[in-house]
């Protein structure tokens, strides 16, 4: 399978954070959407903590409980439908090519929450898969994971 046939079956994965506008805009992270080497990533992000209650009416914060950190179950559905052939070494050594990054999603009354999100670049992905010399299968029903 070629890189771009590849390129096409990772879009059917793509699954953006739960706040893209707030990841993009923060001071963490720059991604460039006009970039041509950035082509999509697949993502799982969740709350590690932060704040809820402060409104108009109600100046007390609240702490916001972290949430269990997620499993990475959209990578791997991809893997498990596409690359059935990889090994436990190849998949524990994927690791490596898995980032995470801390963001803050602030509201206009300043209520705010602290959230991790994990990802995998889709040209990372690929070159793992092409350096491993993982065969990948086009199954034509291929699923598409939901938040």
Same mark, same amino acid.
């Given at each position: 399978?070629?890189?771009?046939?590849?390129?096409?079956?990772?879009?059917?994965?793509?699954?953006?954070? $739960?706040?893209?506008?707030?990841?993009?805009?923060?001071?963490?992270?720059?991604?460039?959407?006009?970039?041509?080497?950035?082509?999509?990533?697949?993502?799982?992000?969740?709350?590690?903590?932060?704040?809820?209650?402060?409104?108009?009416?109600?100046?007390?914060?609240?702490?916001?409980? $972290?949430?269990?950190?997620?499993?990475?179950?959209?990578?791997?559905?991809?893997?498990?439908?596409?690359?059935?052939?990889?090994?436990?070494?190849?998949?524990?050594?994927? $690791? $490596?090519?898995?980032?995470?990054?801390?963001?803050?999603?602030?509201?206009?009354?300043?209520?705010?929450?602290?959230?991790?999100?994990?990802?995998?670049?889709?040209?990372?992905?690929?070159?793992?898969?092409?350096?491993?010399?993982?065969?990948?299968?086009?199954?034509?029903?291929?699923?598409?994971?939901?938040?």
């Amino acid at each position: 399978m070629n890189k771009s046939e590849l390129m096409k079956l990772l879009t059917n994965y793509n699954v953006e954070p $739960a706040s893209f506008h707030d990841y993009k805009k923060s001071n963490l992270e720059k991604v460039d959407l006009k970039d041509p080497s950035f082509q999509g990533f697949i993502s799982e992000s969740w709350v590690v903590g932060g704040t809820t209650g402060n409104n108009l009416w109600v100046k007390e914060d609240e702490l916001l409980s $972290a949430e269990p950190e997620k499993s990475f179950d959209i990578l791997d559905s991809f893997l498990m439908n596409h690359c059935p052939s990889i090994t436990l070494i190849q998949y524990k050594t994927l $690791a $490596a090519y898995i980032n995470e990054q801390d963001y803050r999603v602030t509201e206009y009354y300043g209520n705010n929450s602290e959230m991790r999100l994990k990802y995998i670049r889709f040209n990372d992905l690929i070159k793992f898969i092409e350096k491993n010399k993982i065969e990948v299968v086009n199954k034509e029903k291929s699923l598409k994971m939901k938040k």
